[in-house]
């Protein structure tokens, strides 16, 4: 009852305009920058007691990335909101045309837990850039940081058009009772199936932004450098995201057989160099969110032959919540390290005959979020391009693509649909209207009936 009369109460304040006004959509997005900039030491606390996450990490994933794309909306939103012309067919004498870009209204922010902050506040921005009234409904498995959330928009932002609610599965369900006009959704499949179907009671668009295994693909290297940087950028690329616990992190590596060993010996080294003989002392790795998911992860090491296939780390510490970082290789492939998203710091590799069995093996299996290929072969760079499907594609290294505020960010296929960051996140909360302007001065009489056979022949 509460839930609905704070509703309405958006919608009649949407029904105002004020969100409309450039000015207050401005203001806003200043407010989050300030939130970002003056409580910066608070959100590394509350990412340390919920995640464990450096702050280092921190920054780069979160509170850098966040102040960017920000910084863009406030440069650009002037142009973004700008209609654009549009060109008619010749026919259409003397009239114009634009595209117009209008809020859609009241929208449904769903976020999780592993970039408490990154992943709330990037969709934010661009539906408050577009002109919407937002509800965010932060992870309850990020406890500090959610709360952190409701504590502090209320008071950066305008409370009346935006609302953090805190809360698990029953209050999200709760929430996608009410008719929204967008949910954007970050999370599992499997709630991602849910969230779709109660928004098909209200035909509401939804954006959903799921996981699964993204691969890397590691082609033979023929230069020791070449080498050792795919090394480092593999490891930050899964160790060095939240633990391996990201959407984007690498999930398994594919590599030729004969190439592997050198692969895993460098890798092994570089491990040590970054994160120490003891990275659990050093405190440069996130730890596991929580208990369930730890066990979940022991659970995949657990079964015989996976545990034979470890070749380096495999320790935990249950009371720590820590996972020391792991290589396996060649673990049976149906096992449940194979066929379910890892979201941890355990690493398989899979030993392949050549390189190129690696298009027919990625294809085999759900299109990934993401698509990792280190090699300097040009035509194996073209295959994977035009023979492989995945929500991004990048080259010779890992996450950089998050960043970048010009390239939509979203999966296709079973890891999602929908695209934000940068003006694609101001797009995905608008709805673009066709505008057309006509003259009454010129006007053809074959236009209109009665249909004779001599005007066809017009
Ligand atoms: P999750 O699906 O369990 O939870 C996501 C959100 O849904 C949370 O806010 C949670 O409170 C809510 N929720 C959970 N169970 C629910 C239910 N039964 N009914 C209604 N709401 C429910 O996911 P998670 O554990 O928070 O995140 C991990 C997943 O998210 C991974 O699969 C990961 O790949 C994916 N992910 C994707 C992206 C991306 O950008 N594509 C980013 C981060 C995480």
């Not at 498995?141 to 959610?146: K, V």
């Not at 030729?256 to 659990?280: A, H, T």
Request: charged share 20%; net charge neutral; hydrophobic share 40%.
């Amino acid at each position: 009852m509460e839930i609905m009369q704070s509703l309405e109460n958006m919608r009649d304040y949407y029904e105002s305009g004020k969100t409309k006004e450039a000015s207050w959509r401005h203001s806003q997005l200043k407010g989050l920058h300030r939130f970002l900039v003056e409580k910066q030491p608070d959100i590394m606390n509350a990412l340390m007691q919920d995640l464990g996450k450096h702050q280092l990490e921190a920054f780069r994933d979160e509170v850098g990335t966040l102040i960017k794309t920000l910084n863009l909306a406030l440069k650009s939103l002037k142009d973004w909101m700008s209609g654009k012309k549009a060109e008619l067919p010749q026919i259409a004498l003397l009239t114009s045309a634009e595209i117009v870009p209008e809020p859609l209204g009241l929208v449904l922010i769903i976020s999780s837990w592993n970039f408490p902050f990154g992943i709330s506040l990037e969709p934010l921005i661009g539906a408050i850039a577009a002109g919407n009234t937002a509800v965010l409904k932060p992870s309850e498995l990020s406890p500090a940081c959610s709360s952190l959330l409701a504590s502090n928009l209320a008071t950066y932002l305008d409370n009346k058009a935006i609302k953090v609610i805190q809360g698990g599965p029953h209050e999200t369900q709760q929430l996608l009772q009410q008719k929204w006009d967008k949910i954007f959704f970050t999370g599992s499949a499997h709630v991602g199936r849910i969230v779709m179907s109660a928004a098909a009671n209200h035909l509401t668009p939804v954006t959903l932004e799921l996981g699964g295994k993204c691969p890397a693909v590691v082609d033979s290297l023929s230069s020791s450098w070449d080498l050792e940087v795919t090394v480092k950028r593999i490891i930050v690329g899964k160790y060095g995201t939240c633990a391996g616990q990201a959407c984007i992190a690498i999930d398994y590596v594919l590599v030729e057989r004969d190439y592997c060993s050198k692969l895993v010996e460098l890798m092994k080294l570089w491990i040590k160099k970054m994160f120490g003989e003891n990275p659990q002392h050093y405190k440069t790795i996130a730890r596991i969110v929580n208990k369930h998911h730890f066990l979940r992860l022991k659970n995949l090491l657990a079964e015989k032959q996976v545990k034979e296939s470890v070749v380096y780390g495999g320790s935990m510490d249950e009371e720590n919540l820590f996972i020391e970082p792991t290589i396996l290789v060649d673990p049976p492939l149906e096992a449940a390290i194979m066929s379910e998203e890892i979201f941890g710091p355990l690493l398989p590799i899979i030993t392949l005959e050549k390189i190129e069995d690696s298009i027919k093996f990625m294809n085999s299996r759900p299109k990934p979020l993401a698509l990792y290929v280190f090699s300097k072969n040009k035509t194996l760079q073209r295959r994977m391009v035009s023979e492989t499907s995945s929500g991004s594609l990048t080259f010779n290294d890992a996450i950089l693509q998050y960043a970048a505020d010009t390239l939509p960010f979203g999966g296709v296929g079973g890891s999602g649909f929908g695209m934000y960051h940068g003006k694609f996140s101001f797009d995905t909360f608008s709805h673009h209207k066709a505008i057309v302007r006509r003259s009454f001065l010129t006007d053809f009489w074959f236009r209109y009936p009665p249909w004779t056979l001599n005007k066809l022949q017009l």
